[in-house]
């Protein structure tokens, strides 16, 4: 099913106990110290707890910063957009829509570091924040989306149960440690 077919709400409840929680996916130009210390944190925690988010742990905030700094200029210079889950107003999640300097690209962006903190982790909010990610996708005009997944993570199949298909690997792309590497699982998903 392509991703134009599923339009579930970027806003949605997260049960979580029998507890329902308010989650939200918005996307945020202005990334202040508050917000990007929760990023930091998310970020750090989701590497540490063995997500597949461009890192290998174990990693501190200090080792993050600079890869978070390099995602950030791009928001503030506009040409990128942070989508931000929140569970209950708190930071629960991110993923960063990272468009084209190509005017042959422009209806085109890339999907960066998905991920949802552990903390929130079992709720359905993966979804919620890839639903949020296309629904401001759509509102900037974009068609198609694209994202990579490490191979031997399994990632690769919740994408594609979110419309997307793989259009190609890159063997041995990603060295995760001496002496294993992984694909590189190129995926696609027309709006």
């Not at 928001?75 to 629960?92: E, M, Y």
């Not at 042959?104 to 709720?123: K, N, S, Y």
């Not at 294993?180 to 190129?186: A, F, G, L, T």
Request: hydrophobic share 40%; glycine share 10%.
């Amino acid at each position: 099913m392509s991703c134009a077919r599923r339009r579930p709400r970027a806003c949605r409840a997260a049960r979580e106990n029998g507890r329902v929680s308010a989650a939200e996916v918005r996307a945020v130009a202005t990334v202040d110290d508050v917000l990007r210390r929760d990023l930091l944190s998310c970020w750090t925690d989701v590497t540490n707890a063995g997500g597949a988010v461009g890192f290998v742990p174990p990693v501190s905030r200090d080792d993050l910063a600079p890869a978070l700094d390099w995602l950030l200029e791009g928001v503030h210079s506009g040409r990128d957009v942070l989508a931000l889950l929140t569970v209950d107003d708190a930071t629960a999640g991110f993923a960063v829509l990272v468009g084209s300097l190509s005017p042959l690209r422009r209806h085109w962006a890339t999907v960066l570091r998905v991920q949802v903190h552990p903390t929130f982790q079992g709720r359905g909010l993966g979804r919620v924040l890839m639903t949020g990610v296309h629904d401001i996708a759509r509102t900037r005009g974009l068609e198609f989306l694209r994202l990579t997944a490490r191979g031997g993570t399994g990632v690769d199949g919740f994408y594609r149960r979110l419309g997307y298909q793989e259009h190609g690997r890159l063997p041995g792309a990603v060295r995760v440690a001496a002496g294993d590497d992984r694909d590189e699982i190129v995926l696609a998903c027309p709006l």
